[in-house]
């Protein structure tokens, strides 16, 4: 944790034309909350613009209250590039790139969200670091800057001062990241209870899992998928998937593999161990209860899924989301918890 900055954090959202909105509202709200809950030093956040003007993120909602770059003076504790559909014409705009140069020597860190990325690496920021983006465009981002290591397997990457995320929410593993290194763990566990996410997810987790993963180019693969999301509970073996496709299992292991590159049973690992994750922290089922329910054969087998697929144990996960203590039924409660909201 650093404990050795002095008066307020200072964090520097650089936005522009055709911006990813939430890539401005994770970081903003994340910190806003950690203020909330006694941050210390707190955080204060602004808005830049190159021309200090509003502007108009992708989805038409306009982005107000912003300064001019060029005006901004002083040091920055973390200097955050956004991303969006405006990431092309930002890369390509000398007056925003000279601002992001000479802002960063100011900062202590800089940060990027899903594309913004290519705005660091257009700046020469990522040159001889390793860096990640959006799953979408890390062929683009390798081809077009030789010099930055794209590495698209984590949820965010550090190198030195400077942090890359992936697409979109990752922004928001990324924040808790940056408040658990300001404040330490417990305040990031704190705000990502407000936040009503899951937890804070490791940044060697993958990108795509196997629920969010684009829609396979083989119908078959697909939905077999869909199956298996609707059917966990039961007999998912590979023989069991290839009779209802109408194929071997032989023919079936190479689809997926060709498709996924993973096994069937590998497939449906992932999505029982997924699926179990969002009942433990949502629900105040046993373990064994949510094994049952996702096809696990016992609650230790799903504590060794989880520890392989999350490295997490079952218990961590639910006391990190802080769950009401497990029932031993199979019959979901109603929360009875009370506390703060914080609603949107």
Known sequence: MNTAVTGNRRVLVVAYDDAQILDVACPSASLEIANSHGAGPPYTIELATVSGKPVRSSSGIGLTGARRLASVTG????????????????????????????????????????TGAFVLAAAGLLDGRRATTHWGYGELMASVFPDVTVDLAPLYVRDGNVYTSAGVTSALDLTLALIEDDHGPTLAREVARELVTYLHRPADQAQISTFLAPPP???VVGDLLGYVSAHLPEDLSPSALAARAGISTRHLNRLFTRQLGITPARAVREARTEAAAHLVRGSELSLAAVARRCGFRSAETLRQAFLSHYGLSGDTIRRMADMPQPRDDDQPQTSRRKGRTHGG
């Open 217 to 219: 180019g083989d119908r």
């Open 75 to 114: 040091r920055i504790d973390t200097l955050l590039i956004v991303g969006g559909h405006g990431t092309e014409a930002a890369m390509a705009d000398d007056a925003l790139l000279t601002q992001v140069r000479r802002l960063a020597p100011r900062s202590r860190r800089i940060a990027s969200v899903c």
